[in-house]
Nanobody
Framework: QVQLVESGGGSVQPGGSARLSCEASGDPRSRNCMVWFRQAPGQEREGVASTHRLVDYPYYADSVKGRFTISYDSARNTAYLQMDNLKPDDTAMYYC????????????????WGQGTQVTVSS
């Protein structure tokens, strides 16, 4: 079993920054891939960024390239999502997910999920 606990988020002005954290515990092999998804009201859940805990190979959705950075701290078993130059369209509930391999941004392919943390970008 894997447990994921997100933190961070909140309200940010356009152009601002925020950092989300996802602390993972449980079987390491089941959480090799750490992924951030987001879901805005009335919209489908979409993948934002992914990384492998053993190999530094981040992958980003086109909508966040150049603005978001995903990283993983092995000592803390924590994935981070640094979000810069935030836009109102980034407003969503952000979820951390994990699985044994990075297999793209299809939510059903990831077995473990955090509870979500809200990010609101507004002036």
């Amino acid at each position: 079993q894997v447990q994921l606990v997100e933190s961070g988020g909140g309200s940010v002005q356009p152009g601002g920054s925020a950092r989300l954290s996802c602390e993972a515990s449980g079987d390491p092999r089941s959480r090799n891939c750490m992924v951030w998804f987001r879901q805005a009201p009335g919209q489908e859940r979409e993948g934002v960024a992914s990384t492998h805990r053993l190999v530094d190979y981040p992958y980003y959705a086109d909508s966040v390239k150049g603005r978001f950075t995903i990283s993983y701290d092995s000592a803390r078993n924590t994935a981070y999502l640094q979000m810069d130059n935030l836009k109102p369209d980034d407003t969503a509930m952000y979820y951390c997910a994990a699985g044994p391999a990075c297999v793209g941004f299809t939510p059903a392919k990831y077995d473990y999920w955090g509870q979500g943390t809200q990010v609101t970008v507004s002036s």
